[in-house]
């Protein structure tokens, strides 16, 4: 059974830092690319950032580049969203996805709620 489980969300002050892990099961973690999206209600769902299977390429959506990191360690099945800068409009319920072709899975989501 695929499982992926967010952790690390929070309240957080305006300029503050987070750091968000998904711990993935159930499938050969390494071997896929992993991203993190949000989706703030009635906004589309955001592709924040994305990691290939070995760590060895990034991206970033341009909202985020400069203060978000995401990374990866295959031994532990776990990636991680390192997110400095903090601002209000980074508000939002942050998902981990795991990109498996024909299926996209995805964890249950954690909140982060940036105050000013």
């Known amino acids: 059974q695929v499982q992926l489980v967010e952790s690390g969300g929070g309240l957080v002050q305006a300029g503050g830092s987070l750091r968000l892990s998904c711990a993935a099961s159930g499938f050969a973690f390494r071997l896929y690319f992993i991203g993190w999206t949000r989706q703030a209600p009635g906004k589309e769902r955001e592709l924040v950032a994305g990691i290939s299977a070995s760590g060895g390429s990034t991206s970033n959506a341009d909202s985020v580049k400069g203060r978000f990191t995401i990374s990866r360690n295959n031994a532990e099945n776990t990636v991680y969203l390192q997110m400095n800068g903090l601002k209000d409009d980074d508000t939002d319920v942050y998902y981990c996805?795991?990109?498996?072709?024909?299926?996209?899975?995805w964890g249950q989501g954690t909140q982060v709620t940036v105050s000013s």
């Open positions: 996805c795991a990109d498996r072709p024909p299926e996209t899975d």
